[in-house]
């Protein structure tokens, strides 16, 4: 299926400042940008063009731009819409995600903060969008909702996804360890649920310090503690009617456990210093890498929020219990960071994939994803083969495996050959030496003759004779 490139319309009335993060968005997402100047030119595009995301930048007044995000809100609700509010500027940031806007930039932008809001933003249209445009299905390219697997494992996973996600108000929980897409997961059901049509909020709650969660959560009011210049939404209410992802739960401190248990209970919430209940309609989908129920034994997890938490719970198996995935992964994520780049990586050879499903994965996908990425940049333009990969990840290409029957280094077992009064049959030894350096070079690239003959410094001619007069074809 052909990839259709998405869309931004970045509206901003200095023609500098638009040139200048324009051509940022251009150059770091795979994505068409469109610009304009005024309010009147942005309707005037939208109605024409397959829009995705907004981002309204700085106009003549703050008005011009209220006005405009109603009217993008009003008349072309799939649009997902980013106002850029001057920095420090509370009550506009609150009016913001108050009329429904996705998030927000701090205005002078900053170029980081932009690009990835706007990748976020693409990635929330393509998830609320999803499921008119394409049914379940595994496909080779572009995965499933983003998570790339082809294994029994996943395909169960997959399944799973898409009977929970018909029961839009059951809390899940979704355990696996870190690196292996529990957000992923989140976004899928969300995309999935009746609930797509609102806001997907995703929270670490370990990367949020214990002072500030609370009030990041349920929000807090003004003059609710010392610096609470003004009123603050919570992540909750913004994820009033959609799902919020409550990334590491294990983390929370137990004054939170308990406020958390009463929005599971009431559907309400209290924002910090305030008295009052709000109601909250929200889907919960809460992950962790921590083994809770040992949390629960030592006291430090409440056990009737875990029950309450683990009412349908998924588990994503480790990278390394699905190793017939990395070649799927790896493509993926090659084409993912060839984009825009002059020089792109080809892919990688038989050899480096076959090392690569040697290694154990501690760090699951994201660590693939970032040896991926890293090799795109200092290779772009060739292919990776054995030597291209570090030695952690290919040990292999700088010293040779060991066979299963014994231990080589420098051409002699580690005890040396069996010596006798009679003395040793040297050519046979040289030859039984020759054979299984050859076996482990066939191995190592997964039976690629020709790669193997590059771990062998020999020309493949002359490998493919010795090949056949040994008889050493993998079976």
């Not at 795979?30 to 930048?57: P, S």
């Not at 909702?145 to 029961?167: C, H, K, P, S, W």
């Not at 309609?281 to 921590?290: G, P, Y």
């Not at 020999?458 to 490998?463: E, F, I, S, V």
Request: some cysteine.
């Amino acid at each position: 299926m052909a990839s259709i490139l998405r869309s931004i319309l970045l509206v901003e009335k200095d023609p500098a400042a638009r040139e200048e993060l324009a051509m940022a968005l251009r150059k770091n997402i795979d994505c068409v940008v469109a610009e304009a100047a005024t309010a009147l030119e942005v309707l005037d595009i939208l109605a024409q063009e397959d829009i995705c995301v907004l981002i309204a930048g700085n106009l003549h007044t703050s008005d011009e731009q209220i006005d405009l995000l109603k009217n993008v809100h009003r008349k072309f609700s799939h649009v997902i819409t980013i106002p850029c509010v001057p920095l420090g500027n509370q009550e506009a940031i609150v009016q913001a995600l108050k009329m429904g806007c996705f998030t927000y930039l701090n205005y002078p932008y900053h170029t980081g903060e932009a690009i990835i809001a706007s990748a976020r933003g693409l990635s929330h249209h393509d998830l609320i969008n999803h499921k008119e445009t394409r049914g379940f299905k595994v496909r080779k390219s572009d995965g499933f909702y983003g998570i790339i697997g082809n294994t029994q494992n996943m395909r169960t996973l997959f399944e799973m996804i898409e009977r929970v996600a018909e029961d839009a108000d059951s809390t899940v929980l979704v355990r696996g360890e870190s690196g292996t897409g529990k957000e992923l997961v989140a976004r899928a059901i969300h995309a999935f649920s009746g609930r797509k049509g609102r806001n997907f909020v995703p929270v670490n709650c370990a990367a949020i310090p214990d002072e500030l969660l609370e009030s990041e959560l349920f929000g807090h009011l003004k003059g609710a503690f010392t610096g609470a210049v003004s009123a603050k939404m919570g992540r909750f209410q913004f994820a009033d009617g959609g799902t919020i992802f409550l990334d590491e739960i294990g983390d929370m401190k137990p004054s939170l456990q308990a406020k958390l248990l009463r929005v599971l209970q009431e559907k309400t919430f209290e924002p910090v210093g305030g008295l009052k209940p709000i109601p909250v309609d929200v889907r919960i989908v809460a992950a962790t890498h921590r083994d809770l129920e040992q949390m629960v034994a030592e006291g430090r997890f409440r056990e009737d929020l875990f029950y309450r938490l683990n009412v349908i719970p998924l588990t994503i198996p480790p990278l390394r219990e699905r190793k017939e995935d990395i070649p799927l992964l790896i493509e993926n994520f090659v084409r993912v960071y060839n984009r825009n780049r002059k020089y792109r990586l080809r892919g990688f050879e038989p050899g480096a994939v076959a090392a690569l499903k040697k290694y154990s994965w501690p760090g699951n996908v994201r660590e693939l994803e970032n040896l991926v990425q890293r090799l795109v940049i200092l290779h772009g333009g060739g292919s990776i083969d054995l030597s291209d990969l570090p030695e952690k990840y290919a040990p292999d290409a700088v010293n040779p495996a060991p066979t299963s029957e014994e231990e080589y280094r420098d051409g002699v077992t580690e005890s040396g050959p069996s010596w006798s009064s009679a003395g040793i049959d040297f050519n046979a030894l040289v030859d039984e030496f020759e054979s299984r350096l050859i076996r482990q070079a066939l191995n190592l690239s997964s039976g690629n003759k020709k790669e193997a003959a590059r771990l062998l410094n020999l020309n493949r001619t002359t490998l493919l004779d010795k090949i056949k007069k040994k008889g050493l074809e993998l079976s």
